[in-house]
């Protein structure tokens, strides 16, 4: 294996980069983690290639069968290692509540017993502790790509549950609202939060959420600077994680463009204007705060507001849901709808137009909903249950 140790500069101040990689062409492996001193890093790299000189010195003693003698413990703590400092604070969470629950049953299983019938039992045990088959589908692809990532890095020759294939899960309900009702909802909240309130920004919160379909996350991290001098989009960097209350890059990893109706961005300037909120200041946030609790703000704020108003109960991210469906409705072109969610795969966008029941064939030039309409807010649209 080769590494370098390189000083970088970070928005949390100095850091050092160790990049360390192995092979060449195809077959060519690297990962990067940072630590607050160039010591730390060559600890941390020392102890790396120490370890793995044991293990190879344990293997021609043991006859050379990296499958009989590594055993899954070995894997996934080189994984976490190695790959921990690439995944996000949410994945992180879950893998090591994973680990717990696996850790009795896997840990010092070699990689020749990790066999397809193994995690057909694991399966099972998770069905009949209530895990959704979701939930299952995460955790055996999260075993299968601890190994995965073995074969990748040269520890082991093969992983022996590669070909294995998990129960389908149940196809997801997509939670969202008709037009009528979202409109409804924003007529109600636009008077309860009126221009004068410095609550405004919450009506701004759901107003933003139904035209732009962003995330939570990146809804509480949006600033000005983030609106293009035309205020015609909206240019997405950043989101607050729910978990570590810090502002980190995309779930997606690369930032992207949010086209913004004029209606919407009129409001958004007005907000700015009478609250003189600063380039680099949080948009949708009271005054001078540091960040927006997700969890309270939906818990809190946004259920009283759907229980006052009376409609239909959706979760905050249904917010989204509603956004995206309701672009695919007014003919937005597809691709332009993924690139607006920030979606990796078309798969992922076109759970949407499987909810909506229709081929989406042209595109629209514009999207907007506000709460102006001929609907009443008290009229609120008959709930209808849609799947995917």
């Known amino acids: 294996m080769n590494y370098k140790i390189k000083k970088t500069e970070t928005s949390a101040g100095a850091r050092y980069e160790l990049r360390a990689w192995a092979g060449t062409g195809e077959a060519r492996t690297e990962w990067r983690r940072r630590f607050k001193s160039k010591a730390d890093a060559q600890d941390f790299i020392d102890r790396h290639l120490l370890e793995e000189r044991q293990q190879r010195d344990e293997l021609r003693r043991n006859g050379g069968d990296p499958m009989k003698i590594r055993t899954f413990t070995d894997e996934y703590e080189n994984w976490l290692a190695t790959r921990g400092c690439d995944l996000s604070p949410g994945w992180r969470n879950n893998t090591e509540m994973y680990w717990r629950e696996t850790e009795a049953r896997l840990a010092n299983l070699t990689i020749a017993e990790m066999t397809p019938t193994v995690l057909r039992n694991l399966e099972r045990s998770f069905r009949e502790t209530g895990n959704s088959k979701a939930t299952v589908q995460r955790k055996i692809a ?64 759901y107003l933003v959420a139904l035209n732009t379909a962003l995330r939570g996350g990146e809804l509480w991290a949006l600033r000005p600077n983030a609106l293009r001098q035309s205020f015609d ?65 939906a818990k809190r704020v946004f259920a009283a507001d759907l229980k006052e108003w009376g409609g239909r109960q959706v979760k905050f991210h249904g917010l989204r849901h509603t956004a995206a469906t309701l672009m695919l409705d007014a003919q937005i072109d597809i691709r332009t709808v993924q690139m607006i969610l920030g979606h990796k795969s078309i798969e992922t966008t076109l759970r949407y137009v499987h909810a909506i029941g229709q081929n989406v064939r042209k595109a629209a030039s514009t999207y907007v909903l506000t709460p102006t309409s001929d609907t009443p807010a008290e009229v609120i649209a008959i709930p209808r249950k849609r799947e995917e």
């Open 233 to 297: 989009v909206i240019y997405v960097t950043q989101q607050l994680d729910i978990l570590t209350k810090e502002f980190r890059g995309l779930k997606g990893k690369e930032a992207r463009s949010v086209p913004l109706s004029r209606e919407v961005a009129s409001e958004l300037a007005k907000w700015i204007d009478d609250q003189a909120i600063k380039p680099d200041q949080l948009l949708l946030a009271p005054p001078e705060s540091s960040g927006v609790d997700h969890n309270n703000f």
């Open 142 to 205: 999260w075993i299968k790509g601890v190994l995965n990532y073995a074969v990748s890095m040269e520890r082991v020759p093969y992983n022996p549950i590669a070909k294995f294939k998990s129960a389908k899960p149940d196809k997801p309900n997509l939670e969202f609202w008709e037009k009528g009702e979202a409109q409804s909802f924003l007529q109600f909240t636009e008077r309860k939060y009126p221009r004068s309130s410095v609550d405004r920004w919450k009506y701004l919160v």
